[in-house]
């Protein structure tokens, strides 16, 4: 392995073995030290004669660019705002813990255990009970769950499991008396809990769900059965090992006095207790299983449970939205089981929340890690001169460069759905309600998308270092791939906002008012129904590509007209084919549809904040990520843009220059990017990309067992 580290190290190698030849040891190691203080700064500062034409593809660029000043602690209170304190609480309990960081080799049943003693540990010991802040200050628990999720992710879905799922089912859909009942049990882990909807046959349809809840009149009870092994809950988090309740989701059957005999009054949720409290065994008439070993997140216990005519208190009916009397009568103020069941969902969006939100948590610590390891790697180099940082290359920029700036984007862009989602939980507002049940749908599916392929591509940056498990990406990689999946398949969840989307235009189109988010699309439909303007599609200056009216007005354009000629396929194809298949016909329109709506509600959001930026230098920097962004996202959909001449031919070639050249200015305050995200080292824990090299190699060697 000394040999291998040396390989890597040509330029130290001989610089020892020169010294080594002249027998001085005092001034061998101040050579040594001169080397490596000079090779690790041109690591940062690569000299200029790299980039003199002829040699890297760079060239051009390295003549115009100029450095941007980053203070990197000032651009990190900007980010992080007041919840910086509980963050670092967190990062500092585990840190003091050693003992109760996940090690890389890790059994199924020991990670489970360990999860549980990790979140028992920072309720119980470190103080940090997230359960109050659901409610209260929703910003302040999602901030915290970013934070343990980056110390393990299993820690995260496991706090998420109990507080947003279970405790949340409880706060959201339940009353007081439930909120009484179960508040203390909930927020100390007491009352372990899991949300059990999924069932072996419905997972993203919940509609289709057959677990039924049967109320029994002369017992004052409900009776829940799983009336099919189709309808058996399955992946249900904390079932497996650790949970003593669970929120079930089922359809309420009341007796009727008709010839019917019952009445299907929809799916509902009911607290059904599994497991004794005192000796923890399974209570009569559940049935549970081991879903098993996973991808990933094998530090939480996914379970399933088949239900045998288990009796339920009548209060254990979470009554928010509908409840039945001690006669058998039924009562809500919502008048269709199809507005019960939207009301239901909509207060859940709160899980979906925190999974964008930590989504992006990951996908700042995959970056760190990458642009740190490439900071410092060097292979190849112009003839006769010291081998460069991977990261000078064009093609690393491309790679990890606008992942950067996509992760400011996302950050702004989900501190903003917080702050709605907040907002809402206020003012139960019925248009902000839709508002955010899209946005959430619509951000965590893109964040979530994005970040699982960027993790891939970062462990590819990496080379085969990437490969190694102490350097997080396998992990990271496993256990945020199901982020996609659960609460809610990405792929159903576009299509809410699609929906929504076209809900939106066809009915407040002609006249009535648009909510915020969407209000722009009235203005862009314009623009979007005249023929784009010649003489701007030509503008090619630097200026003109970097102003955000420029940037917005081609996103907003591009979501228009999407949206106007989906409007019309579909109006075409349900003549023939239905509606049903007729937005099948459309899908992927429709799925492109959202996905450019959200990328504009994200730069709306981010040249928002880059303007709100006190400090001037931080507000630079954020400029220039939020313009690479912009113009790399326009890049990448250069083919519609150029299709209906948006953009004439001499602009695309210049937005692709300018890309080009923001990444490289980005690259040169990487490092100061990358720091100012302020996650601390042992949560990166990339000994190769986080340290001085020889530091670095000697951590990994001794981690090998060398
Ligand atoms: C690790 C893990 C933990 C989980 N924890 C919980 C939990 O605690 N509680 C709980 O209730 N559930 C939990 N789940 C279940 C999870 O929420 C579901 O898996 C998820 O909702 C997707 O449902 P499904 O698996 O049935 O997928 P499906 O809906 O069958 O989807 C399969 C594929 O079909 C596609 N598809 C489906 N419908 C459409 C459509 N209309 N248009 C186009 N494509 C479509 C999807 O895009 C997807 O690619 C968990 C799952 C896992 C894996």
């Known amino acids: 392995m000394l040999n291998y580290t040396r390989k890597m190290d040509s330029d130290e190698a001989d610089a020892t073995n020169r010294t080594a030849e002249s027998g001085d040891s005092p001034d061998r190691d101040r050579a040594a030290v001169a080397r490596r203080v000079e090779r690790l700064s041109s690591h940062l500062n690569p000299p200029p004669e790299l980039f ?45 813990r050693p003992e109760l960081q996940t090690p890389l080799e890790i059994s199924k049943d020991d990670h489970r255990e360990l999860c549980m003693r990790q979140l028992m540990g920072l309720v119980r010991e470190a103080g940090i009970r997230p359960f109050r802040y659901i409610v209260d200050e929703p910003a302040k628990y ?58 072996l046959h419905h997972g993203s ?25 189709g309808a058996i809950k399955w992946w ?37 207790p599994i497991r004794d409290m005192k000796t923890h065994n399974t209570l ?4 549970i299983h081991d879903c098993g070993h996973k991808v990933g997140l094998n530090g939480v216990d996914n379970g399933a449970l088949k239900f045998h005519s288990v009796r339920i208190p009548r209060d254990n009916l979470l009554n928010r939205f509908g409840d ?50 490439s900071l410092l790697r060097h292979q190849f180099g ?44 206020k003012s139960h507002d019925e248009e902000l309600v839709g508002d955010v049940h899209t946005l959430s749908a619509g951000l965590k599916a893109y964040v979530t998308s994005y970040t699982a392929k960027s993790l891939s591509v970062c462990r590819e940056a990496c080379g085969g270092h990437g490969y190694a498990a102490v350097n997080r990406f396998g992990s990271l990689r496993n256990d945020h791939d199901i982020f996609q999946t659960f609460e809610g398949d990405n792929t159903v969840l576009l299509q809410q906002v699609a929906g929504y989307l076209l809900k939106q235009y ?79 016909r459309c899908l992927n329109h429709l799925l492109t549809l959202a996905e450019s709506h959200i990328e504009t509600v994200i730069l709306a959001k981010f040249i928002d904040s880059v303007r709100s930026c006190p400090d001037s230098g931080s507000r630079d920097a954020l400029k220039l990520l939020c313009d690479l962004y912009a113009l790399d996202r326009i890049w990448n959909d250069i083919g519609t843009y150029r299709n209906v001449d948006y953009v004439a031919p001499n602009k695309a070639k210049a937005i692709h220059k300018l890309t080009e050249l923001l990444s490289f200015q980005v690259k040169n305050v990487s490092k100061e990017l990358v720091d100012a995200f302020d996650i601390p080292d042992y949560v990166t824990r990339a000994p190769i990309g986080m340290q001085a090299t020889e530091e670095a190699y000697s951590h990994y060697t001794q981690f090998a067992g060398f």
Request: proline share 4%.
């Open 52 to 96: 003199i034409n002829g040699g890297l593809a760079v060239a051009p660029c390295a003549a115009r660019a100029k450095k941007i000043e980053v203070d990197k602690d000032r651009l990190s209170a900007y980010m992080r705002g007041k919840y910086r304190d509980v963050q670092q609480g967190v990062y500092d309990y585990f840190n003091s």
């Open 506 to 584: 066809q009915e407040k189109f002609q006249g009535g008012t648009l909510t915020v988010t969407w209000n722009y699309l009235r203005e862009s439909m314009n623009s979007y129904l005249s023929q784009p303007n010649p003489v701007t599609a030509r503008w090619e200056g630097e200026d003109h590509l970097r102003d955000p009216k420029f940037q917005l007005d081609a996103f907003r354009y591009r979501t228009s007209r999407l949206l106007q000629s989906v409007a019309v396929r579909l109006r075409k194809h349900t003549k023939n084919l239905g509606s049903f298949g007729a937005w099948n």
């Open 284 to 287: 009569p008439g559940v049935e």
């Open 382 to 425: 112009p003839p006769k001169q010291p081998e460069i940082s991977i990261l000078d290359y064009q093609s690393q920029q491309h790679k990890l460069m606008p992942m950067l700036a996509s992760s400011y984007a996302f950050h702004f862009a989900t501190l903003h759905l917080v702050d709605k989602y907040s907002e809402m939980k």
């Open 142 to 199: 999602f901030a915290i769950l970013e934070a343990v999720g980056g110390v393990d992710m299993s820690l995260g879905i496991k706090m998420g499991v109990q507080y947003s799922l279970w405790g949340g089912s409880v706060l959201n859909l339940g009353t007081k008396k439930h909120r009484d009942k179960y508040f203390e049990g909930i927020d100390n882990v007491e009352y372990p809990g899991c949300f059990a909807m999924t069932e």
């Open 236 to 272: 249900i988090g904390n079932a497996a090992v650790h949970g003593k309740f669970a929120t079930v989701f089922a359809k309420l059957v009341l007796p009727t006095h008709d010839t019917k005999g019952v009445s299907d009054m929809g799916v509902h949720a009911f607290i059904v």
């Open 324 to 373: 039945v009397s001690r006669d058998g009568k039924y009562t809500s103020t919502l008048p269709s089981i199809n507005k019960r069941f939207a009301a239901t969902l909509g207060e859940l969006v709160g899980g979906r929340v925190g999974l964008a939100y930590s989504s992006v948590g990951v996908l700042k610590i995959s970056v760190i890690i990458a642009v740190r390891y």
């Open 205 to 229: 349809n919940v509609q289709g769900l057959q677990t039924v809840a049967t109320f029994d009149p002369f017992t004052d009870e409900f009776i829940i059965d799983t009336p099919n092994d």
